[in-house]
């Protein structure tokens, strides 16, 4: 679509990283306000564990990205690419992984309860990924397979890239709006979170919980129609992660409501 939000002489800025930026920003804005409201901890701490999850999240978005990448062996050959985010290629699975990772340690070193800690962080994340699936709609990456004869080919429902500066390799041929559907599925486990579980909150650890029920199921069924030319099993490696979340939530939450009970006298959500 519009892969260049601006030239400046020979350096160009990538809409990619603006509407990045703008998610990471984005989120923090949504989890601090959770960290208020929930009372987990302090506004410096909270920044400071930030940060941690933002580079963890930043690391492990482009190494899960380029393991899985069909352009592996580039990578390989051109290690500074390695580094360019700018120029597109995230997975938000690994964004994920690298980043509970980074906050795991770094609240150990605040010492926050991480079940409380994921729970402010859960609606940041959904919002966050709603958000930042624009920057791949604008980029060209992640983009779906040719739509079928039968399906609507009017915008939204499809998407076309002429732009030759875009990272999609199919130009001018009616696409399924797999970027736009991905970001969909993000807003929509927002609003489940922030309208519906977040008022109803029982065990510490539970909105991340409830997050991985709404957003898995949904990445998992995107995939179908989004050009991923690896498969393990006939599964693409997103979907293969959307399993495992699944798994890992359904263990984690029987696990959680027995040892983080969050009781009568404990405050699940201060009102403004």
Not at 18 to 25: E, K, R, S
Not at 81 to 89: D, K, L, P, R, S
Not at 121 to 126: D, E, K, R, S
Not at 202 to 214: N, R, S
């Amino acid at each position: 679509m519009y892969p260049i939000f601006l030239h400046i002489g020979r350096f160009t800025i990538r809409t990619y990283g603006v509407i990045v930026a703008v998610a990471i920003i984005t989120g923090i804005l949504i989890a601090l306000h959770y960290s208020n409201k929930f009372r987990i901890t302090d506004e410096d701490t909270f920044l400071s564990v930030s940060i941690w999850a933002i580079i963890g999240g930043i690391l492990g978005a482009r190494i899960f990205w380029i393991l899985v990448s069909p352009d592996l062996s580039f990578y390989l050959k051109n290690p500074y690419h390695f580094i360019a985010v700018w120029e597109g290629g995230m997975s938000f699975e690994g964004a994920v992984f690298g980043g509970i990772i980074a906050t795991y340690i770094a609240i150990k070193i605040y010492k926050i309860n991480f079940w409380d800690f994921m729970d402010i962080a859960t609606p940041g994340i959904a919002i966050g990924y709603g958000v930042g699936k624009f920057a791949c709609f604008f980029n060209g990456c992640c983009y779906g397979l040719p739509a079928p004869k039968w399906w609507p080919h009017v915008f939204p429902l499809v998407n076309v890239f002429t732009n030759p500066q875009s990272e999609c390799y199919n130009l001018n041929v009616p696409l399924m709006p797999a970027q736009l559907m991905d970001s969909l599925a993000g807003w929509i486990a927002f609003f489940a979170v922030v309208f519906y579980f977040a008022k109803r909150r029982k065990y510490k650890g539970e909105l991340f919980i409830k997050f991985i029920y709404v957003f898995a199921p949904l990445l998992f069924l995107v995939e179908f129609v989004r050009y991923i030319p690896v498969h393990f099993l006939r599964l693409t490696p997103n979907q293969w992660t959307a399993i495992g979340l699944l798994v890992f939530a359904v263990i984690a939450e029987q696990i959680l409501k027995k040892m983080f009970p969050i009781g009568n006298g404990e405050s699940k959500e201060t009102t403004d």
